[in-house]
Structure formats: structure tokens, C-alpha cells
T-cell receptor, first 114, second 113 residues
């Protein structure tokens, strides 16, 4: 079965520092990977996706993600964190064996302190 | 363009009751998916509808059901509520069924007492 794992429940970063939120995947076939963000009391918002092509994917709000096939990882990154980036981040994979539904990781709480 | 609208935003029910949640997708979007979000289980897929047909269903008991109308609006129903059904129920819409780019509503927070 397709799955993603987010090994860190929480990531703490100082404002202005680079941030990384980790995600590893397990899929059969080509992976279709996504990152979503959830702000408090809100729904999820799409950040970026990897389907094929360049391993470095750029998304919304200055975020990018690096696809690494050998390490089966799809880490989310940002060169300089903002306090407003504090939120819950979800990695997801499209499960083509089950009608294309998205399988989400458990989420990583990102806290950016001034 | 209006986003995904879910109603009600908050509701409190007691065990054994039933509840109906509503979702209006973004105009032009024909696919609607439902997810349950809890602190312990994270985001769990409930079902997906496209053009009034259920395309996909998650591993939830039969007490959870849904439907989609001709205008793409969707409802989900939970009967015989249990304490464990307390959760944030999220609806998401998309143009088609396989892009993975879902547009989520703000959710309906259900508390079962």
C-alpha cells in the first residue's frame, strides 16, 4: 500500500533560519507527492506537488520541496522562515491503486519563533 | 471565486443521534472528497464523489454515508453517533478526480457528548 511518513511531530525554527520538514514515502510505481499546510481552525491549503521532472519543486509562499528517489524522501524546505509559517504541515501521496485518493502523513507542527 | 463552503462549522450532538454535514464545492469543480481529522488518527479518507457517483470509499463503517447532487454539492451523514466520531470533517473539491490538488473547506467540527 502507498504511504507517507513524517518522522517529526514538531519542528522548531528561529525566524530567518532555514527550515526543513521531512517526509518519506513508500509507493509502488511512480510517486505523486504533495505538501499541504493547515493553519489553526482552517482547512488544508495546497502548497506544491511532484509528478515528474525536476527534483526541486517550487510552490506557494516561498516553499520548495526536494524529491529524492534513492532516499524515498520529499522534504519541504524554505530558505528563511517567517513567524507566519507556523502551522501544521502534511505530506501526501496519491494512491493510484485506490482510485487516486490522497493518503496523508500524520502531520508536522512547525513553530517559528521570533 | 468563492471557496469550498461547509456547513455547519460547529455542532454538538449526543450519542445515538445522527448528523448531516453539507459541502458546496468551488464552482465548476465536480469532484468532492470527505476526510475525517482527529488528533489520534490524523486525516482519514471517507469517500469521494464525482458527477453524483461514489468513486472511492475509505474504511469507515456503514454509519458513514454520503451523496452528491447534480449541482456538485455534497452531503455526508453519520448515523447512531458514537463518542469517537468527534472530529473535524473536511470537504475538498477539485476539477477532476486525479490531480491531487484539492481545495479544502474550513471543516465542520463535530462534538459528540
Amino acid at each position: 500500500a502507498q504511504s507517507v511518513a513524517q518522522p517529526e511531530d514538531q519542528v522548531n525554527v528561529a525566524e530567518g533560519n532555514p527550515l526543513t520538514v521531512k517526509c518519506t514515502y513508500s509507493v509502488s510505481g511512480n510517486p505523486y507527492l504533495f505538501w499541504y499546510v493547515q493553519y489553526p481552525n482552517r482547512g488544508l491549503q495546497f502548497l506544491l506537488k511532484y509528478i515528474t521532472g525536476d527534483n526541486l519543486v517550487k510552490g506557494s509562499y516561498g516553499f520548495e520541496a526536494e524529491f529524492n528517489k534513492s532516499q524515498t524522501s520529499f522534504h519541504l524546505k524554505k530558505p528563511s522562515a517567517l513567524v507566519s509559517d507556523s502551522a501544521l504541515y502534511f505530506c501526501a501521496v496519491r494512491d493510484d491503486n485506490q482510485g487516486g485518493k490522497l493518503i496523508f502523513g500524520q502531520g508536522t507542527e512547525l513553530s517559528v519563533k521570533p | 471565486k468563492a471557496g469550498v463552503t461547509q456547513t455547519p462549522r460547529y455542532l454538538i450532538k449526543t450519542r445515538g443521534q445522527q448528523v448531516t454535514l453539507s459541502c458546496s464545492p468551488i464552482s465548476g469543480h465536480r469532484s468532492v472528497s470527505w476526510y475525517q481529522q482527529t488528533p489520534g488518527q490524523g486525516l482519514q479518507f471517507l469517500f469521494e464523489y464525482f458527477s453524483e457517483t461514489q468513486r472511492n470509499k475509505g474504511n469507515f463503517p456503514g454509519r458513514f454515508s454520503g451523496r452528491q447532487f447534480s449541482n456538485s454539492r455534497s452531503e455526508m451523514n453519520v448515523s447512531t453517533l458514537e463518542l469517537g466520531d468527534s472530529a473535524l470533517y473536511l470537504c475538498a473539491s477539485s476539477l477532476t478526480t486525479d490531480t491531487g490538488e484539492l481545495f479544502f473547506g474550513e471543516g465542520s467540527r463535530l462534538t459528540v457528548l
